[in-house]
């Protein structure tokens, strides 16, 4: 494969991928190494990947190559590549979370969602980049280099997880895992043109992934399609024992809803506080189309207020940057990770001190400083008490809106994807990016983002916002199917063998 260039193997989704595999079209090792070549070429340009896992990866995809020709009934994804997010844990390779303070770390056990990746015979092609701890929208504050836009290489991902976004909107790999904590899965999704899935929380197990805010942190799946999401999702579901928070009861039929997509007489809700001053025009001209065309569909479309969405914001950087502060705390040099100054000279608290002011990026420092200053005595109540009761308030608002309607709809982003450096020292305004995704990961409910077009001015993706009652995650694939049908999968146009200076991947590329 000549640089620049798609192999037409890696072109199809996910499902067309796996139904090649199963008939004997394709090798397993002939697509991993597709996929691998494919990241040669463009990734030092994307730089969406942390680490790669070559060898292992067609090892792997030769097994499960030779367990076809024996005759074995094999899982429906079995042999297609996947992505992991630098956060879940998968023996053999770093997890970094794109921090120093971990840099080089080799988990000693595999998250529960990477395992069950494996047992359904997918093919684990690396990690890939994040925000440092998954704490960011654009996927800048990665610790080692930022990932670029497919779609415009001087343009922002999204983040948390641009990585995943990125790699496969670059067509790198056909599926990859993220996790979501105010919208790190559906606003790279957004700005990247590809599909994103925050499930029900406590519908995918948490074990194994570095948490960053327990209450609101969940794995979902990433892919270019909605069916390819749902299977993906299917892989990843179901009830872990080692998660607290797991969800006893099996998932709903996502992957026949995704294939049906007959939206006829669903009430479908526009939710009124998700849009108008700060929202992109273009932005807006999309959603509407995505409306009306829902409408053509067979929806009834009406108008839902949730007022204290206005609000979820400011509740969210309360809890989360609290909740994080605790999580982190485990990160003192003292049991695994980074430690620097341990010379002998300076006590332990010293050495704590100057490991995190070195393993920590700039803003992680600023979250753990405003949590813990949140949870602090005398300001507990007034900052994190109070932002708790807003969450409630949040998640009564959605339960009287889907007393109206089955589903609610916004914009997933206010805007399309910025400009690399553009709001690193805007803090505010990187946050107001996941304006529309927060209030779903307060109240825990499910919700999916689907690319509904390009906008006029800058020919960038937009995405489409849909969110379901707990626990009706089906209803999402329903919803995003239809919106699909109208809105064909896009694929970038960039030239992404344009070299850039000093970018690199880590690892092997073997």
Not at 125 to 150: C, H, Q, V, W, Y
Not at 451 to 479: E, K, Q, T, W
Request: aromatic share 6%; charged share 20%; net charge negative.
């Amino acid at each position: 494969m000549t640089a620049g260039t798609i192999e037409p193997m890696i072109e199809g989704t996910a499902a067309e991928l796996a139904q090649a595999l199963a008939a004997g079209e394709i090798s397993s090792v002939e697509l991993t190494q597709a996929c691998l070549d494919r990241i040669a070429a463009v990734d030092p340009q994307v730089q969406a990947f942390l680490a790669l896992d070559g060898e292992r990866a067609l090892a792997r995809a030769l097994m499960i190559d030779d367990q076809r020709a024996a005759g074995a009934t094999l899982p429906p994804l079995a042999g297609v590549p996947v992505a992991v997010k630098d956060s879940f844990t998968y023996t053999g390779l770093p997890t970094t979370c794109a921090s120093r303070i971990l840099d080089g770390w080799l988990p000693p056990y595999n998250a529960t969602v990477v395992q069950r990746l494996i047992d359904a015979g997918l093919v684990i092609i690396g990690k890939t980049n994040l925000d440092e701890f998954a704490m960011g929208s654009s996927t800048e504050n990665s610790a080692f280099f930022p990932t670029r836009n497919p779609w415009d290489l001087e343009r922002v991902p999204g983040g948390s997880g641009g990585g995943s976004a990125a790699c496969l909107a670059a067509a790198e790999v056909p599926l990859a895992i993220g996790s979501d904590t105010g919208g790190s899965i559906r606003q790279p999704a957004a700005l990247t043109g590809t599909v994103g899935v925050k499930p029900t929380y406590g519908g995918t197990s948490r074990y194994g992934l570095v948490a960053m805010a327990s209450s609101l942190d969940q794995p979902g799946p990433c892919a270019r399609t909605v069916l390819d999401a749902a299977l993906l999702h299917q892989v990843m579901a179901g009830h872990d024992p080692m998660d607290s928070t797991s969800i006893d009861q099996p998932p709903p039929d996502i992957i026949a809803a995704a294939r049906s997509g007959d939206v006829k007489g669903l009430r479908i809700g526009v939710v009124e506080e998700l849009g108008g001053d700060g929202y992109a025009p273009s932005v807006v001209r999309r959603f509407q189309e995505a409306v009306a065309a829902l409408t053509a569909a067979g929806a009834e479309v009406v108008s839902v207020s949730c007022p204290h969405f206005h609000q979820a914001l400011a509740a969210y950087y309360l809890i989360m940057p609290s909740e994080a502060s605790s999580n982190l705390a485990r990160f003192d040099a003292m049991r695994y990770g980074l430690r620097v100054g341990d010379d002998g000279l300076n006590s332990v608290e010293q050495v704590m001190r100057l490991t995190r002011g070195e393993g920590f990026g700039p803003e992680v420092k600023r979250r753990v400083i405003l949590g813990t200053y949140a949870l602090s005595a005398g300001y507990y109540e007034a900052y994190y008490g109070s932002a708790q009761k807003v969450r409630s308030l949040i998640i009564d608002d959605f339960n009287r809106a889907f007393e109206q309607v089955d589903v609610l709809v916004s914009p997933t982003s206010p805007t399309t994807a910025w400009r690399l450096g553009e709001r690193v020292d805007d803090p505010l305004a990187m946050y107001k990016a996941d304006l529309c995704t927060i209030p779903s990961n307060l109240a825990g409910n499910a919700a999916l983002s689907v690319p509904v077009g390009l906008s006029d001015d800058d020919h960038l993706p937009v995405g489409f916002h849909i969110m379901a009652p707990p626990l009706c995650d089906d209803r999402l694939y329903l919803v995003g199917a239809a919106v699909e049908r109208a809105f064909p999968p896009l694929r970038p146009a960039t030239d992404l063998t344009r070299p850039l200076p000093g970018a690199a991947v880590k690892g092997s590329q073997a």
